[in-house]
């Protein structure tokens, strides 16, 4: 799209690859912004000027929660991996194949939990204080 006047705009084509690598690295449109020298707000228009960049950001984050979310899911419900312990016997290495464990983190299952449910799982009920509840006052004649 043209620039539609004003100062010229400092929009490259290469940026498009640019803030797709650094959306893959987590950084905000802020973050972003200082990246490529300007203000947030340029960010946001140059969202709305280059569709492509814009899809790129999306691309990039999207990749990169994903990521972090298979890691948070393994580290939730535990997981195993090979690895090679290596020792000295009669002054020569040797590497032995085995298999490390790790226990299911119930931090990281309750943060699974919080994002995923978190109508049932947040950290605190929301109780209404409208002060609407209904008072019956009844008056009675002595005798």
């Not at 972003?32 to 969202?47: G, M, Y």
């Not at 991996?81 to 790790?102: A, C, M, N, R, S």
């Not at 309750?110 to 409208?130: A, C, G, M, V, Y």
Request: with cysteine.
């Amino acid at each position: 799209m043209a620039h539609a006047g004003g100062r010229p705009t400092k929009f490259r084509a290469e940026y498009v690859e640019q803030v797709y690598r650094l959306c893959l690295l987590g950084l905000t449109d802020a973050e972003l912004a200082t990246s490529f020298d300007v203000e947030e707000q340029t960010i946001n228009n140059w969202k709305i000027d280059h569709p492509e960049f814009f899809e790129s950001i999306k691309k990039g984050r999207e990749i990169a929660d994903s990521e972090v979310v298979e890691k948070l899911l393994h580290r939730a419900k535990g997981y195993s991996h090979p690895e090679d312990k290596i020792f000295l016997h009669e002054g020569q290495p040797v590497i032995v194949p085995t298999t490390k464990h790790y226990p299911p983190d119930t931090a990281a299952a309750f943060i699974w939990l919080k994002n995923r449910q978190s109508s049932k799982w947040r950290d605190k009920q929301e109780i209404e204080h409208t002060g609407n509840v209904p008072i019956r006052v009844t008056f009675t004649r002595q005798e």
